[in-house]
T-cell receptor, first 117, second 112 residues
Framework: DVKVTQSSRYLVKRTGEKVFLECVQD?????MFWYRQDPGLGLRLIYF???????EKGDIPEGYSVSREKKERFSLILESASTNQTSMYLC????????????????FGQGTRLTVV | AQSVSQHNHHVILSEAASLELGCNYS??????LFWYVQYPGQHLQLLLK??????LVKGIKGFEAEFIKSKFSFNLRKPSVQWSDTAEYFC??????????FGTGTQLKVEL
């Protein structure tokens, strides 16, 4: 059974803390993604990666960074957590499609609900 | 830049009613399109996808979607909904560079 695992289901952090969200996939996928999900705003792409050590900014990268040192692991880092980063964070992975397009199914983790107080 | 618009934010239907959820996209090149569903308390899962060929694609649980290139649309349909279809539905677009962009989602509630 394919699996994307996020290290925590729930996290509570204080304003200004450095926060690490970890994601591991066991499908040998090239692509990995970090989204945040907020009511009424859908899923917004923060960062994605198509290879080890490669990263691309998504639509809302401000205040975040990422790390991909190994193919199976993609970390999201909140450099200095703020209350407006309280959200559900979703990790996903997919295999590299033809023509450089993500044309294969993305598999999602269960999400990490982060609360910044 | 690529983007996805879902205009129906909340939809309430009675069981056996027909469903159509709108999805429009913006991207100038070749696209791949998806519909994902999120049932309460569960992770997102794929309903159906369009890559090329027949613009009418069929997915799981009786869902289908039609890709109309001239309208930049990929609407989701189901002839007869069930209470168990209550969920949030997301349209997604993959354009160039492996970027996968989602819409804002549509909350569907099916009443008995």
């Amino acid at each position: 059974d394919v699996k994307v695992t996020q290290s925590s289901r729930y996290l509570v952090k204080r304003t200004g803390e450095k926060v690490f969200l970890e994601c591991v996939q066991d499908m040998d996928h090239e692509n990995m993604f970090w989204y945040r999900q907020d009511p009424g705003l859908g899923l917004r792409l923060i960062y994605f990666s198509y290879d080890v050590k490669m990263k691309e900014k998504g639509d809302i990268p401000e205040g975040y960074s990422v790390s991909r040192e190994k193919k199976e692991r993609f970390s999201l880092i909140l450099e200095s957590a703020s209350t407006n980063q309280t959200s559900m964070y979703l990790c996903a992975s997919s295999s590299l499609g033809a023509r450089g397009i993500s044309n294969t199914e993305a598999f999602f983790g269960q999400g990490t609900r982060l609360t910044v107080v | 830049a690529q983007s996805v618009s879902q205009h129906n934010h909340h939809v309430i239907l009675s069981e056996a009613a027909s469903l159509e959820l709108g999805c429009n996209y913006s991207y100038g090149g070749t696209v791949n399109l998806f519909w994902y569903v999120q049932y309460p308390g569960q992770h997102l899962q794929l309903l159906l996808k369009y890559f090329s060929g027949d613009p009418l694609v069929k997915g799981i649980k009786g869902f289908e979607a039609e890709f109309i290139k001239s309208k930049f649309s990929f609407n989701l349909r189901k002839p007869s909904v069930q209470w168990s279809d209550t969920a949030e539905y997301f349209c997604a677009l993959a354009g160039g560079g492996n970027k996968l962009t989602f819409g804002t989602g549509t909350q569907l509630k099916v009443e008995l």
